[in-house]
C-alpha cells in the first residue's frame, strides 16, 4: 500500500492524534474521580453512572465496527433481506429490558460485579458460576480479536500504509489498555461518550452526504429497481427461516453479553436506566438503518463488487465523493474517526469485562480473603496479559479461524434461560439449569464444529442456526427438569 | 408477569418480521411495502416496546422473589 494512496492528509492525521489524546485525558479524568479502591468502583465506576454516560455507553458499546463497516457490506450483498439487522439491534434492547429492572434491583442490593454472580446467588453453584464466565470469556475473547484486526486494517488504510496493520493494533492497544486501567469502567464509560457522540454524528453526517450527493431517496429507489432488481424480491421460505433464526439468536446473545450486564449494574437508579433503554430503542433508527441505507446506494450505483470489496463499500464511495469534491475530505475524516470509536469503545468494554470474569469469577473463590485493592490491581495485569497475548493473535492468525466467531452469540444466549428463569421463576432448581446450559453449549458446538468437518452435520439444521434448536432443547431441559424435580416428594 | 412480558416481546418481534410476504407472492415485489415494513420495525416495534417498559418497568423490578426457593 503506498502512502500517496492515505485516505487522510495531514489534517485527518493530526484529528486523529488529537481525538487519542482527548481519550487518554478522560481516562486520567476518570481515575481522578475514582472513590474508592475497590472491585465496584473499578469494574462498574461505583455503581454511579447517570442517564447521559450510560445512554452513551451503552450505545457505544453495542455498535462496533461492524456497525459502520459490515452492516453496509451486508446490505450491499443481501439487499433488503438485511433489515433483519435493524430489527435485532432493537430486540437486543427489547430483551434487556426483560431482565434488566429485576437485574439492576438485585445487583444493587447483594452487590453484583459480574453476570455470574448473580448465578452463584440464585443458584448457590461455584461450577455453574464459573461456567458462565468461561463461556462469557470465550466469546468476548472472540469479539476483541475480531475487532483488533478491524483496527489494524483501517489504521493501515488510512494513511495508506504509513502506519503498518502491526502498528496500529499495537499503538492501538496500548492506547486503549491506558486509559482502561487508569479508571476502569468510569474512564471507559466518559470515552464511550465522546465514541458515542463521534459514532452518531459521523453515521448521520455520511447517510446526509451520500443521500444528497445521489439525488435523494427516489434518485436511490429508482437506481435500485434499475440496477439492482434483485434486492426488491420477496423472500423465499428458507429466507425468511434464516431471518427469523438470525433475529432469534442475536437478539437474545447480544442482550447477554457481559459487559452489557455490567452496565445494568453500573446504572446509579434504576429510573435513569429505564430511560436509556428507552432511547436506546430508537437507535438503530439513526445508526444501523442509515447504513444499511448507505451499502443500498452502494448497491445502486457501484454493483457488481465481490464479496471482501462490497465491505469497504463506504469508504470507496467516500473516495470517490473527496475525489469530485475535495471539500469532503471533513467526512471521510469523520468516518474513520467513527471508526475508529465504533472499534475501541467494543475492544474496552470487552477487555474490562474479561478482566472482572477471570479476576472477581475464576481467581477470587480461589483466593477469598485477597483484599479488593490488591484484587483490583490484579485485573489491571490481567488487562495487560490478556492484551500482550491477543495482539499478536490478531496480527498473526489467519482470517479463516474467524468461523468461530460467528458462533460467539450462538453460545452466549444459551445462558439466556436460567437467567430468566434464575430471575422470575421460583421453581427453577439448579441441576436442570446447569444442564440445560450445557446441554445447548455442547449441541451449540456440535453443529458449529461439526459442519466444518462433516458434510453430514448441517450448520443450520432445517435452516435454522444451530444454536437456536440448542436453545430450544436447553429451555425444555430447564422447564420440563425443575417441574418434575419439585413434584418429587424430597424423602425418595 | 414477566412471562407475559415476555411473550409480549417476542409476539412484537415477530410481527416485525416480513412473514406476510413469503414466498412468489409478489406482494413485497415493488418499493412500498418495504416502506410499510421499515415503518414497522423502525416506528411501531420501538414505539410499543417503550410503552411497555413504561408501563411495566417497576412491576418487573419487584416481580418474584426467587432466591428464597433456591436448591442446590
Same mark, same amino acid.
Given at each position: 500500500?503506498?502512502?500517496? &494512496? =492515505?485516505? %487522510? ?12 489524546? =482527548? ?21 462498574? /465506576?461505583?455503581?454511579?453512572?447517570? $442517564? $447521559? ?17 459490515? $452492516? ?24 434487556q429490558f426483560v431482565f434488566a429492572p429485576k437485574l439492576h434491583r438485585l445487583s444493587h442490593e !447483594? ?9 452463584? !446467588? ?20 472472540? @469479539? ?26 499495537? *499503538?492501538?492497544? %496500548? ?33 446526509? %452526504?451520500?443521500? *444528497? ?5 427516489? /434518485? ?28 432469534? %439468536? ?6 447477554? @453479553?457481559? !459487559?452489557?450486564?455490567?452496565?445494568i449494574y453500573?446504572a446509579?437508579d434504576s429510573q435513569k436506566l429505564k430511560r436509556?433503554y ?7 433508527? *439513526? ?22 470489496? &462490497? ?18 475530505? *471533513? ?92 430471575l422470575y ?39 435454522? !442456526? ?15 427438569? &425443575? ?10 | 408477569m414477566p412471562?407475559?412480558i ?7 418481534? +415477530?410481527? #416485525? ?24 420495525? #423502525?416506528? +411501531? +416495534?420501538?414505539?410499543?416496546?417503550? +410503552?411497555l417498559v413504561q408501563r411495566n418497568w417497576e412491576a418487573l423490578a419487584q416481580a418474584g422473589d426467587s ?6
Amino acid at each position: 500500500m503506498s502512502p500517496d &494512496s =492515505a485516505l %487522510v492528509g495531514t489534517g485527518g492525521i493530526a484529528v486523529m492524534v488529537a481525538y487519542l489524546v =482527548a481519550l487518554l485525558v478522560l481516562g486520567w479524568m476518570g481515575r481522578q474521580a475514582r472513590k474508592e479502591k475497590s472491585l465496584a468502583d473499578f469494574y462498574l /465506576g461505583g455503581r454511579n453512572l447517570g $442517564f $447521559f454516560v450510560l445512554l452513551l455507553t451503552l450505545y457505544a458499546t453495542q455498535y462496533s465496527g461492524n456497525t459502520l463497516i459490515g $452492516f453496509s457490506g451486508s446490505a450491499y450483498r443481501n439487499g433488503f433481506a438485511f433489515l433483519v439487522a435493524v430489527a435485532f439491534m432493537m430486540g437486543v434492547v427489547a430483551m434487556q429490558f426483560v431482565f434488566a429492572p429485576k437485574l439492576h434491583r438485585l445487583s444493587h442490593e !447483594h452487590g453484583y460485579i459480574t453476570l455470574s454472580d448473580f448465578f452463584y !446467588h440464585r443458584f448457590r453453584s461455584r461450577t455453574f458460576a464459573a461456567l458462565i464466565s468461561i463461556s462469557g470469556i470465550i466469546a468476548l475473547l472472540n @469479539y476483541v480479536l475480531t475487532n483488533l484486526k478491524a483496527i489494524g486494517t483501517a489504521a493501515e488504510t488510512a494513511t495508506g500504509g504509513k502506519v503498518s496493520f502491526a502498528q496500529g493494533v499495537i *499503538f492501538l492497544s %496500548v492506547i486503549i489498555l491506558i486509559y482502561e486501567t487508569l479508571g476502569g469502567l468510569r474512564s471507559v464509560a466518559w470515552t464511550d461518550v465522546l465514541q458515542g457522540i463521534i459514532l452518531a454524528i459521523g453515521c448521520l453526517v455520511i447517510f446526509g %452526504v451520500i443521500l *444528497f450527493t445521489y439525488d435523494g431517496t427516489s /434518485g436511490v429507489f429508482s437506481a435500485l429497481q434499475e440496477k439492482r432488481p434483485d434486492l426488491w424480491q420477496p423472500l423465499t421460505t428458507a429466507q425468511y427461516k434464516t431471518w427469523l433464526s438470525t433475529l432469534l %439468536v442475536v437478539t437474545g446473545g447480544v442482550a447477554i @453479553y457481559p !459487559h452489557a450486564i455490567q452496565r445494568i449494574y453500573a446504572a446509579s437508579d434504576s429510573q435513569k436506566l429505564k430511560r436509556a433503554y428507552q432511547v436506546m430503542l430508537f437507535m438503530p433508527l *439513526f445508526t444501523t438503518l442509515l447504513m444499511i441505507f448507505v451499502g443500498w446506494v452502494g448497491a445502486a450505483q457501484i454493483p457488481g463488487l465481490e464479496r471482501a470489496a &462490497s465491505e469497504g463499500i463506504t469508504m470507496r464511495m467516500l473516495g470517490e465523493l473527496t475525489a469530485r469534491y475535495p471539500v469532503m475530505q *471533513f467526512v471521510v475524516i469523520l468516518f474513520l474517526a467513527a471508526v475508529f470509536a465504533a472499534i475501541m469503545s467494543t475492544v474496552d468494554s470487552a477487555l474490562l469485562s474479561i478482566s472482572s470474569m477471570i479476576t472477581q469469577d475464576l481467581y477470587r473463590p480461589l483466593n477469598p480473603s485477597m483484599p479488593e485493592e490488591q484484587l483490583t490491581r490484579l485485573g489491571k495485569w490481567i488487562s495487560w496479559g490478556l492484551m500482550a497475548l491477543m495482539v499478536p493473535l490478531a496480527i498473526n492468525l489467519p482470517q479463516t479461524i474467524w468461523w468461530f466467531v460467528q458462533i460467539k452469540v450462538e453460545l452466549l444466549v444459551q445462558a439466556l434461560p436460567a437467567l430468566l428463569f434464575g430471575l422470575y421463576w421460583n421453581r427453577v432448581q439448579t441441576g436442570p439449569a446447569l444442564w440445560g446450559f450445557l446441554v445447548g453449549t455442547g449441541v451449540t458446538l456440535l453443529f458449529a464444529v461439526g459442519s466444518n468437518f462433516s458434510d453430514a452435520i448441517p450448520a443450520k439444521p432445517f435452516g435454522m !442456526h444451530g444454536g437456536l434448536w440448542a436453545l430450544v432443547l436447553n429451555i425444555l431441559i430447564v422447564g420440563i427438569g &425443575s417441574t418434575v424435580l419439585r413434584k418429587k416428594p424430597s424423602n425418595e | 408477569m414477566p412471562l407475559r412480558i415476555l411473550l409480549l416481546v417476542l409476539a412484537l418481534l +415477530f410481527l #416485525c418480521t416480513p412473514f406476510w410476504a413469503v414466498g412468489d407472492t409478489g406482494i413485497m415485489a415493488g418499493l412500498p411495502r418495504w416502506v410499510i415494513y421499515l415503518v414497522m420495525v #423502525c416506528v +411501531f +416495534f420501538p414505539a410499543a416496546v417503550s +410503552f411497555l417498559v413504561q408501563r411495566n418497568w417497576e412491576a418487573l423490578a419487584q416481580a418474584g422473589d426467587s432466591e428464597k426457593e433456591t436448591e442446590g
